[in-house]
């Protein structure tokens, strides 16, 4: 996978997300799950890595207070 740079990560509440599993479904429903109560940029793919199993899903999740009230949550 790609790094992870200093602006995904450069304040307090936002953080990378990467999902392992088995299957594209469960990697999805997880980024779904996360998306139903926070502020998400979504990824649209998965990744497989050669020689490792399952695979990965990386996505970004924002915690920070004013996320959630545009989110309106």
């Known amino acids: 996978m790609r790094p992870i740079h200093d ?6 509440g936002l953080a990378v997300v990467e999902v392992a599993s088995a299957d594209n479904a ?3 429903a997880i980024q779904d ?3 139903a109560h926070y502020a998400i940029a979504p990824a649209d793919r998965t990744i497989r ?3 490792e199993p399952g ?3 990386r ?3 924002d915690l920070r ?3 959630d ?4 949550g």
């Open 7 to 12: 602006a995904h990560v450069e304040q307090p």
């Open 26 to 28: 469960t990697a999805f």
């Open 33 to 35: 799950l996360l998306a």
């Open 49 to 51: 890595e050669p020689g």
């Open 55 to 57: 695979v990965r899903l």
């Open 59 to 61: 996505f970004f999740l």
């Open 65 to 67: 207070p004013e996320a």
């Open 69 to 72: 009230a545009q989110a309106g």
